[in-house]
């Protein structure tokens, strides 16, 4: 199966919803999911480890998928990601044209890390993002970090 790299345009009959349909809840990151968000503020990617497999997810979650056994345990991982799928922004999602070009990815981790994190490719021009693009995270400077978010990391630029 070979790989696609036609452009594929915006379709204006699509319908979506831009505001919050549920209000009133909270979402908790779980015990796992806030040591996860504590290492972002502290500049460090970790990883879940699962006790039976032995194997780091990213994000981490609960219980492992392939065996469910329950992660305790979490390990830093090296801060450089791969680059595996990506999208280019040229509007915003009122189909405003945008400043510049907004580049959004799916960054995985080598080294046996299963998973990965979608966020902002930056520092980088569009036409030169591809998939295989090695990137490291950016973290924000530490008194904007908010300590309980994925946006502690402002994006990932190439390495």
């Not at 345009?9 to 504590?38: C, M, S």
């Not at 879940?48 to 219980?63: E, M, Q, R, S, Y």
Request: net charge positive.
């Amino acid at each position: 199966m070979g790989m696609s790299f036609e452009k594929i345009n915006v379709n204006r009959d699509i319908r979506h919803w831009l505001h919050t349909i549920e209000q009133g809840y909270r979402y908790t990151a779980g015990p796992i999911g806030t040591k996860f968000l504590e290492g972002l503020k502290a500049g460090k990617l970790l990883a879940g480890k699962c006790p039976v497999c032995g194997k780091l997810l990213i994000p981490p979650k609960a219980f492992c998928q392939y065996d469910f056994a329950e992660i305790k345990e979490l390990v830093e991982i090296a801060p450089v990601g791969i680059v595996r799928t990506y999208t280019v922004l040229y509007e915003d999602s009122y189909g405003n044209k945008l400043p510049k070009p907004v580049v959004i990815g799916f960054i995985e981790f080598p080294g046996g890390v299963t998973g990965g994190l979608v966020h902002y490719i930056i520092n980088v021009e569009p036409g030169n993002v591809r998939v295989g693009l090695k990137v490291r995270p950016v973290f924000r400077p530490e008194n904007e970090r908010r300590g309980g978010s994925i946006t502690d990391i402002a994006g990932f630029e190439p390495v």
